[in-house]
């Protein structure tokens, strides 16, 4: 049972309730920071809303602290800045707690804190947060914000949460929707989502509220069927979820820019396979399908609105996650594979093809691409590709003018490096002489 009067969050408003009380103001702390309370889980913003005061009064009062002003129309609230994180001021006009919260989305998002240390819970919240489930509070209110089904996701993601029947029904409704959704509020929800500790939980409540459809490119990998032998947890959606939730793990140590990436990458690495799956001689097989992913993997991510930094490392980690099938693992091998993987890099990819072999259980987790890391630890390309030996000024010193050419035996050159050709800049320009002599006519 929680202590209220006890929590950390009166010390973190401690400013803030001196200036209201001063004023006989009513208010109260609402949202995520006490649900997170509750779960013992970190927050970094607190919202409260006052009772019977115009959002202008709020701005005013707060305006020495490191206020944002008044932000957003439709609701709009007065956002500040504090040294542990976002403190967000709201104003309303309903008094009674309980009228007030059935304007909110969830009741675990719900519960409602006053000043006198007292948790009111008046559409259930506790009880749902006990059960683990997400459920919503009104049926119209829901549905004025068809965002809010990516944030069943998100959430359902970040706490191991299930969602209510009904609201996934209200959700299925909200579909045809989804087209309209403002682009950055969508890429929050999924970045969010690919940062949560339980991925797969997020994409099977996307699934149980109907939402598949709106991202073509995932419901193919619905009943797509695959050999039993290698993946007897059944099809690829079933295994993608499996390989999302082991890169959570396998990209435990990862800043959030590359966690987001291998996640994304996670999702997307098998989106060629209903494209490419025949059966041959009574085995399940699926040849060219990380190829054959790699315009769908582009399509998901404009869906999401992904940021185009997160394009093209992506791509490479879904072309390339099956590299080592059908490969002798040799530095020539390697080289190429970091060379290719730019601009991402052989530390991903193998953690991807890590968080693969985990996602086929009960089968035990496989690290495909562990002698491939081993290899290029010492060949100093893990997370880069080899730097090219041969410059442009080593090909003009040799009398060739400005133009293609030079271009043309760069692009050689790099290739014989990559091949092991050589593996110094002496050796390269002994290289490149022997190479600009053979191309000089008789």
């Not at 929680?2 to 949202?31: C, E, M, N, S």
């Not at 002798?328 to 060379?339: D, E, G, I, N, T």
């Not at 093809?353 to 390309?381: C, F, I, K």
């Amino acid at each position: 049972m929680v202590d209220w009067q006890t929590q950390h969050i009166w010390q973190q408003l401690y400013p803030i309730r001196q200036r209201f009380d001063a004023k006989g103001w009513q208010w109260r702390i609402v949202g995520g920071a006490l649900r997170n309370i509750v779960l013992q889980r970190p927050y970094n913003e607190i919202d409260i809303e006052v009772v019977g005061v115009a959002i202008d009064d709020v701005a005013a009062t707060l305006s020495d602290m490191q206020s944002h002003g008044v932000v957003g129309t439709d609701k709009p609230i007065v956002r500040l800045h504090t040294d542990w994180g976002w403190l967000d001021v709201s104003v309303t006009s309903h008094a009674d707690v309980v009228e007030s919260t059935q304007y909110r989305d969830l009741t675990i998002n719900a519960l409602v804190l006053t000043p006198d240390g007292v948790l009111h819970d008046p559409q259930g919240g506790m009880a749902d947060i006990d059960h683990r489930l997400l459920r919503h509070i009104n049926d119209d209110h829901f549905g004025e914000d068809p965002v809010r089904v990516l944030r069943l996701m998100r959430l359902a993601a970040q706490m191991d949460f299930g969602v209510h029947p009904a609201t996934a029904a209200v959700a299925a409704q909200l579909l045809p929707h989804a087209s309209q959704l403002t682009p950055d509020r969508v890429w929050n929800e999924w970045r969010r989502w690919a940062l949560a500790d339980y991925p797969r939980q997020g994409l099977r409540v996307l699934q149980q509220c109907g939402w598949l459809p709106a991202y073509p490119m995932l419901v193919p990998l619905v009943s797509c069927p695959q050999d039993p032998i290698y993946h007897p947890e059944g099809d690829v959606w079933t295994h993608t979820g499996f390989v999302c939730q082991h890169a959570v793990v396998t990209g435990a140590d990862l800043g959030e820019e590359q966690r987001i990436t291998l996640l994304l990458a996670a999702l997307c690495h098998d989106l060629g396979k209903p494209y490419t799956t025949s059966v041959s001689e009574g085995r399940i097989i699926s040849p060219g399908h990380a190829t054959e992913g790699v315009p769908y993997t582009e399509a998901f991510l404009a869906l999401i609105n992904a940021p185009e930094r997160f394009v093209e490392p992506v791509k490479a980690l879904v072309r390339e996650h099956m590299a080592v099938f059908g490969a002798q693992v040799s530095p020539r091998m390697v080289r190429r594979l970091a060379a290719r993987l730019h601009p991402t890099d052989i530390d991903l990819w193998s953690r991807l093809t890590h968080a693969d072999g985990g996602g086929s259980p009960p089968l035990p987790v496989r690290h495909h691409g562990a002698e491939v890391m081993a290899l290029a630890q010492q060949l100093q390309v893990v997370d880069e590709k080899p730097v090219a030996l041969v410059r442009g000024e080593h090909v003009l010193a040799l009398g060739v003018a400005p133009g293609k050419r030079v271009g043309a035996l760069l692009h050689a050159a790099y290739e014989a490096q990559l091949d092991g050709e050589f593996s110094d800049v002496a050796d390269g320009l002994a290289w490149l002489q022997r190479y600009y002599d053979a191309q000089l006519p008789m």
